[in-house]
């Protein structure tokens, strides 16, 4: 697969059209281009947070699934072709399974904060979402696998987890959100007490 990209700056873009894997042409603002690019931004994301210091295991995870989002992005980029596998999945499911055993369960919202490395996974948490909804918009204009939108849905909750491990790793915890009518109950409360 060597010397696959020879030219990059080819100007065959410039009238507002991308082409896809079989060759045909789109606009660039239809669902499929759209779906395409949202997982190559979230993708970057990752790529972003593993500039991060990291656990070695969640390292080896995020380069995995880098490497399945390219197989992702290249069945969204051929029609009806398939690229990303059932074990893609099972890797998710094992890996949110083992990472959040180890947390404890959540009694209050929490905010995209605490340290770099877990706010820039919630930025990755937020756009998994987004391309979840860019697949959901291509899937109901043409036919498409079940398997990517599932596969985004899932890494958008493992990435939700993994904030909430990264967060600990120093000894820190989550960003616990307190909502204005909790922040006013609160000085009653005390006041109550005394």
């Keep these: ?25 789109v606009s660039k603002n239809s669902p499929r281009p759209h779906a395409m690019g949202d997982v190559d931004e979230l993708n970057s994301h990752i790529g972003l947070l593993l500039c991060e210091p990291l656990p070695d295991a969640v390292r080896e995870l995020l380069v995995s699934v880098q490497h399945e989002l390219f197989n992702l992005g290249g069945e969204l980029s051929i029609p009806g072709f398939e690229l990303l596998k059932d074990e893609a999945l099972a890797q998710l499911d094992e890996a949110l399974a083992l990472h959040n055993a180890t947390l ?16 820039q996974a919630h930025v990755c948490r937020t756009v998994a979402r987004r391309a979840e909804r860019a697949v959901v918009a291509l899937g109901a204009e043409e036919p498409l696998r079940d398997a990517p939108r599932r596969y985004l849905n899932r890494l958008s909750d493992l990435m939700f987890v993994l904030a909430r491990v990264l967060n600990r790793m120093d000894g820190g915890d989550d960003v616990y959100w307190r909502s204005q009518r909790m922040a006013a109950q609160q000085p009653q409360q005390a006041s109550d007490g005394a």
């Design 1 to 25: 697969m060597g010397n696959r990209l020879t030219q990059i700056a080819t100007r065959t873009g410039d009238d507002g059209t991308t082409g896809l894997g079989d060759n045909t042409r």
């Design 104 to 119: 404890p369960r959540l009694q209050e919202f929490i905010l995209p904060a605490g340290t770099r490395a877990a706010a």
